[in-house]
Structure formats: C-alpha cells, structure tokens
C-alpha cells in the first residue's frame, strides 16, 4: 500500500474519532457554551488521536550535508586546441588525402595548394635580396669613403636610401613567403615552385574538409577544421539563484547523451557576471581521457556542493501543501470538557538539500531550536487530517 493511501487512511480514522466523539458529548444535551475558535495554524489532537496518527516528537539536528547541483551543458575546447585552417592567398587545390576523423600532428601536410602569384613572390623576393646584396656592398663602400672624405655627403645619403629601400622590400617578401609556408632561408632560384604545403598548426583529429581536388579556394574560405580533444572542458549552465553555490575546485560527476559511464571533471573557473536569461556559467577541466567524450556533445553533470554545518530534519518531517513547506511543532498540552488535548502548531520553511534520509531545512529568524519538539513521524498524517477535516475539536 502506498505512503499516500496510508495517509488517507489514517486522516480519515482520525476524521470518525473526532465526530463520534463529538456526538456522543453533544447527544441529548443542548449547547451551553461558545464554540472554540482554533487558529488556522494550529491542529488539536486527544491522546488516542496522536496514537493513531503514530506521531513521535524530535529535535533539529545539526549535520554536514554536501548535498549536489543539478546542471546542463556541453563539452568545449580551449581555442589554442581548436583550428581553422586557411590560405591566406587562396589558390587551386592540387592534392589532399584527409577524411573527416583522421588523426594528424602538427607539421603534417593538409594540401597542396596551387598559384601563379607563389612563382611571382618567390621570384620578387630572391631578386630583391640579390639587389639588396650589392645596395649592401655599396654602402659599406661610400660609407668608408665618406669617412675619407673622398665622397661626398649627398651620394652616401642616396645610397643609404637604396640600401634601406631594398631591405625593407625584402623583409616584406620574407614575411609573404612565410605566409604561404615557404622558409626564405630554402628558397634559392633552383626550387621555385607554383605549388606550397598548407600545413597543419596543431596535433588532433580533423573535425572537417571543406576541399577537394581542383577547387579554387578564396582566402577567406575556411579549408579544414581540426580539434585536439586531448584536454577538454565543459562549459556549464546555472541559473543565477545557484551562483552562490559554486567555486573553484569543486568536483563534478556528468553523463554524455543516454550513456551510463560516469566521468569527472574539476571547476576551474566561474562566470564573472549573470547573462540577460539570468543564468550562470562554469568552466571545468574534463580530468584524464575520455575517449567517447567529444567537442559539441551535451551533457548532464552533477556538482557535488561543499560541506556545510545546516539545520536538517528528518525527510518525512517536511510537508508540502500549496507549493510550500511546513513543520509540525509541538505546542501545548490543555484539558477541555476534562479531557486532555495536545495542540501541534504548523510553521512554514523552506527546504534545503536532501541527503541520506535528512532534510535541510531554513526556519524562521525566531524559531528556538533548543526547545522546540518537532513532528518527525506522522506529519504528513497531521497535514491530511488538516486538509480534511479544517479543525480537529470538539466544543
């Protein structure tokens, strides 16, 4: 039989008692007193009552609850370990053997991309450093003769001009041919080529490959897209009432889409400011590998909460009743009619964390934990017996 019909079953006996005796005090005798008004807050029992509803009184304890946090996200990377890949002077591709998936290191080959302005650049460039050669020589030259005051000031200023004119011309033609993955250093008139490697800048698996052969590709054109999943980190949601209960070093406990594996991660770092849907985020470090674990996937993680000493209850000391939470406090004992009555007084909180059958539990500023007995067994049997029968006295 079920918690519920327990409930029902036991605030409906309770419900006959009190009209039975009701009637058996009342029967054959005219009312000669008022009818005592019980505040809404309170629930008056006789002591075979209290038997019935199994009621049993206890006291707040203090415990270390961590209790956890319930949260979504996705698993991410760092930019330093995500890449997009491409050619800064566009070009024709002339060769690619890459497939989405396939693992690459960094320096391998991704293309081999083809255009004339390579031929032009690498050609402008070894010119310009044989001219920059002799503008070097020549100015060493008059240099020295200046000093002799065998040439004049006019013509050294001239030849400087030259000299720094070529220098300059060619510092840009070395950073072109860098651009376009051609050491300048290598270069010489012997291996001048229309076609360059477009190389891989990190070590991962490619994520896409948006080429294939005899395509001509536009400087802007995104080529490849490689992810290295070696160190990931999953980017977290929270809604902004939950912000005070995370920090830095907490761990967490996720799932990835429908699977059972269970895998753990660290916080590293929180948001530093509430977003206009007025929620939250955390960063944290996915800790060892996990293979089946990738960029983009969604997850359901647990944040286990820091210990803290709180108030807690027994679970089933805490009753809901229109969306908000109640205790059941003993309040006095009293004689009506010569008959002994107990009276339990309803108090509102608010609810914690649950954790190993306790219950946090927030009381109001004035509640007196040291004295105070609490309805830790029967409370739901008191709150159905409320709802059902509005007063539980006889007058």
């Given at each position: 039989?079920?918690?519920?019909?327990?409930?029902?079953?036991?605030?409906?006996?309770?419900?006959?008692?009190?009209?039975?005796?009701?009637?058996?005090?009342?029967?054959?005798?005219?009312?000669?007193?008022?009818?005592?008004?019980?505040?809404?807050?309170?629930?008056e029992l006789r002591g075979d009552q209290i038997k019935l509803a199994d009621i049993e009184t206890g006291t707040i304890e203090i415990r270390s609850?961590?209790?956890?946090?319930?949260?979504?996200?996705?698993?991410?990377?760092?930019?330093?370990?995500?890449?997009?890949?491409?050619?800064?002077?566009?070009?024709?591709?002339?060769?690619?053997?890459?497939?989405?998936?396939?693992?690459?290191?960094?320096?391998?080959?991704?293309?081999?991309?083809?255009?004339?302005?390579?031929?032009?650049?690498?050609?402008?460039?070894?010119?310009?450093?044989?001219?920059?050669?002799?503008?070097?020589?020549?100015?060493?030259?008059?240099?020295e003769l200046f000093k002799e005051d065998v040439y004049s000031q006019k013509n050294l200023q001239q030849v400087t001009a030259e000299y720094k004119?070529?220098?300059?011309?060619?510092?840009?033609?070395?950073?072109?041919?860098?651009?376009?993955?051609?050491?300048?250093?290598?270069?010489?008139?012997?291996?001048?080529?229309?076609?360059?490697?477009?190389?891989?800048?990190?070590?991962?698996?490619?994520?896409?490959?948006?080429?294939?052969?005899?395509?001509?590709?536009?400087?802007?054109?995104?080529?490849?897209?490689?992810?290295?999943?070696?160190?990931?980190?999953?980017?977290?949601?929270?809604?902004?009432?939950?912000?005070?209960?995370?920090?830095?070093?907490?761990?967490?406990?996720?799932?990835?889409?429908?699977?059972?594996?269970?895998?753990?991660?660290?916080?590293?770092?929180?948001?530093?400011?509430?977003?206009?849907?007025?929620?939250?985020?955390?960063?944290?470090?996915?800790?060892?590998?996990?293979?089946?674990?990738?960029?983009?996937?969604?997850?359901?993680?647990?944040?286990?909460?820091?210990?803290?000493?709180?108030?807690?209850?027994?679970?089933?000391?805490?009753?809901?009743?229109?969306?908000?939470?109640?205790?059941?406090?003993?309040?006095?004992?009293?004689?009506?009619?010569?008959?002994?009555?107990?009276?339990?007084?309803?108090?509102?909180?608010?609810?914690?964390?649950?954790?190993?059958?306790?219950?946090?539990?927030?009381?109001?500023?004035?509640?007196?934990?040291?004295?105070?007995?609490i309805v830790i067994k029967g409370a739901y049997n008191l709150l159905s017996a409320k709802k059902n029968s509005g007063e539980m006295s006889c007058?």
């Open positions: 039989m079920s918690k519920n019909n327990i409930h029902s079953i036991v605030a409906v006996l309770l419900l006959i008692i009190v009209f039975t005796s009701c009637n058996d005090s009342q029967n054959g005798k005219p009312a000669t007193k008022e009818v005592e008004v019980i505040p809404e807050d309170i629930i609850m961590s209790g956890s946090l319930k949260v979504s996200g996705t698993v991410t990377v760092a930019p330093q370990n995500l890449a997009t890949v491409c050619m800064p002077m566009g070009g024709f591709i002339k060769s690619t053997n890459l497939m989405p998936g396939i693992a690459i290191k960094q320096g391998e080959t991704l293309a081999i991309i083809e255009n004339q302005l390579f031929v032009e650049i690498q050609q402008g460039y070894l010119e310009a450093k044989n001219k920059l050669d002799y503008a070097e020589a020549e100015f060493n030259r008059h240099t004119t070529l220098k300059a011309q060619v510092k840009g033609l070395e950073q072109k041919l860098a651009l376009i993955g051609i050491n300048p250093a290598k270069l010489n008139e012997e291996n001048i080529s229309s076609s360059v490697a477009l190389i891989s800048p990190i070590s991962g698996y490619v994520k896409a490959v948006n080429v294939n052969i005899g395509k001509f590709v536009a400087p802007s054109d995104i080529l490849f897209e490689i992810v290295n999943s070696d160190k990931l980190f999953l980017e977290l949601v929270l809604f902004d009432k939950d912000a005070d209960k995370v920090s830095v070093g907490q761990n967490i406990n996720f799932f990835i889409n429908n699977e059972k594996e269970q895998h753990e991660a660290v916080i590293y770092q929180t948001g530093k400011s509430i977003n206009a849907d007025k929620t939250y985020k955390v960063y944290a470090s996915v800790m060892g590998v996990c293979k089946n674990v990738l960029p983009g996937m969604y997850v359901n993680a647990m944040i286990q909460s820091t210990s803290n000493k709180v108030t807690t209850l027994p679970s089933d000391a805490v009753v809901t009743f229109d969306e908000k939470q109640y205790i059941f406090i003993f309040d006095k004992d009293k004689v009506e009619n010569n008959k002994p009555f107990t009276e339990y007084r309803m108090i509102t909180v608010q609810k914690g964390v649950s954790e190993g059958g306790f219950t946090q539990v927030i009381l109001p500023p004035d509640f007196n934990i040291k004295s105070a007995k007058s």
